[in-house]
């Protein structure tokens, strides 16, 4: 099953051209990873899928549904896609029990009693259920991303976007939110991941998409970009070439 | 110059001074009740994409900021009498023109609030499903209106003062109680000098205030 389906996509800043006629499928239970050099696109890209970022030509379909159709529910079909960002995001003036509940309640209409359990159930997933008093500021750059995945995950959503997700965390936090992300790729959650940790990438991810100047320069299988880089455009070998993964 | 310190009594402040605080008092608190709701909403209005919206809020604001007070005071409370055809009184003209100046003013700080959260939090709020009115009321609004304690409070000290500017139209505020003393006892001198140490008293305390409430909220 198709959920997400990007069809000649192309945005432009200006006369920038930021996207450049992008095409992909993301399945069901998919983790796919998208790299490629700072300002390639990626993180646009990401953003355009819930339409925080608006597209000029082209066509974006979420759980079959056209996301830039004037009359699209646009409040409806984000909140059943997840995102974590950059620089977590989260609320600082709600406590860390607040920021999981007010989109359950105040976006699905659930009750404060079953946000509030969803809320915990989630919080024990990511490891911080000791933490539910606290104010966001209070924790820890890792502790504060793993509430952000466990506030997204709280909306049930059919996909996950990932932003750049451990670019800001200090490097000893880094492993922390890329085991619940794995932990989550495990259980069969479709994932999208904007990162530069290519270690996660060849473990975690099915396929890997590449982009360079607002192309997609390669989509292929985690196999085909790990195994066989020869077989990968010049642009794609030497991106590679000069990143470490382990 | 001779001081005549009993003119400094009970009575005065009883059948002088009271009258005019309270009412200075009150139309402080109105004006800046009336100015943040408003405000508010026109400050919502300017930060709108569509410009049949912003625009009018845009106008309002820089006309209001560009006059005097007492100008719009004066015009205000002559304006309305030959508009609906009697006196709305000089109390409730001065409730109605203090709300609709200082709500200009409101406005840009209330704007400049808004436009100090980083745009991470509203794509945060929008990205879980949140409505521009959700993601306003429950992300934006309560964290600009906290960064913001500081600025109004100057801004209410200032609105303060201004409220002596009723005088033109002959409201009975605290400057007008003083005058008033002054003119029945013929002891002008005395009375204003009483009127500016209570002035000063009340705003330099609630600036020592806005001093503390900003080092509490740094830490």
Known sequence: MTIIELKDVSKWYGTFQVLNHCNAKVNAGEVIVICGPSGSGKSTLIKTLNALETIQEGEIIVNGISINKPNTNLPLLRSKVGMVFQSFELFPHLSVIKNLTLAQVKVLGKTK???????VHYLDRVGLKDQINKYP?????????RVAIARALCMEPVVMLFDEPTSALDPEMVGEVLDVMAELAQEGMTMLCVTHEMGFAKKV???VIFMDQGKIVEDCTNHQFFNDPHLLSSRAQEFLSKINYA | MNLDLSFYTWNLVEHYLIKGLVFS?????VATVGGMVFGTCLALMRISP???ISTPASIYVNVMRSIPL?????WFFLLVPSLIGRSIGAELSAYVTFIAFESAFFCEIIRSGILSIPKGQSDASMALGMTFQQNMQYIILPQAFRNMVPIVMTQVIILFQDTSLVYAIGAYDLLKGFEIAGKNYGRPIEAYLLAAMVYFI???SLSRLVKWLESSHQR
């Open chain 1, 137 to 145: 500021g209070q924790l820890s750059g890792g502790q504060q991303q």
């Open chain 2, 25 to 29: 008092l009150e139309l402080t608190v």
């Open chain 2, 50 to 52: 569509i410009k049949l």
């Open chain 2, 70 to 74: 007492v100008m719009v005071i004066l």
């Open chain 2, 202 to 204: 009340i705003c330099f």
């Open chain 1, 113 to 119: 009693d079953a946000a509030y359990s969803f809320a």
């Open chain 1, 205 to 207: 991810s099915d396929r």
